[in-house]
């Protein structure tokens, strides 16, 4: 069974920057596409980028693209999010997780869409 590890979360300033990082454990990694959702007080848990299973094709929300990136190293089994030019509606917890199914990640955008979550790691950021 894949179990999934955040760190990576801090408290930052309006218009820094920080790496999540996910480390994947078990057989699924590589196997299937892998996604960042975020989960802010008061809200719904949202869709943040996804990575094709192959490592080359990624989705972002409209909220995000252009300042996110996910990206993988296989060879450490870790999935990253690198956030750059964060505001303050990016305060939230991120989780990282697991597709359940083969498909394109355009069309993997939904919680459903997605098995096995981490724990999440706590990203704040100060105006």
């Avoid at 955040?6 to 920080?18: C, N």
């Avoid at 790496?19 to 699924?28: D, I, K, N, V």
């Avoid at 409209?62 to 300042?67: A, E, I, L, T, Y």
Wanted: with cysteine; hydrophobic share 30%; aromatic share 10%.
């Amino acid at each position: 069974q894949v179990q999934l590890v955040e760190s990576g979360g801090g408290l930052v300033q309006v218009g820094g920057s920080l790496r999540l990082s996910c480390l994947a454990s078990g057989e699924t990694f590589g196997n299937y596409p892998m996604a960042w959702f975020r989960l802010a007080p008061g809200k719904e848990r949202e869709f943040v980028a996804a990575l094709s299973r192959g490592g080359t094709i990624t989705s972002y929300s409209d909220s995000v693209k252009g300042r996110f990136t996910i990206s993988r190293d296989s060879g450490e089994n870790t999935v990253y999010l690198q956030m750059n030019n964060l505001n303050t509606e990016d305060t939230a917890t991120y989780y990282c997780t697991v597709g359940r199914r083969f498909d394109s990640v355009s069309n993997m955008k939904t919680r459903d869409d997605y098995t096995t979550w981490g724990q999440g790691t706590q990203v704040t950021v100060s105006s």
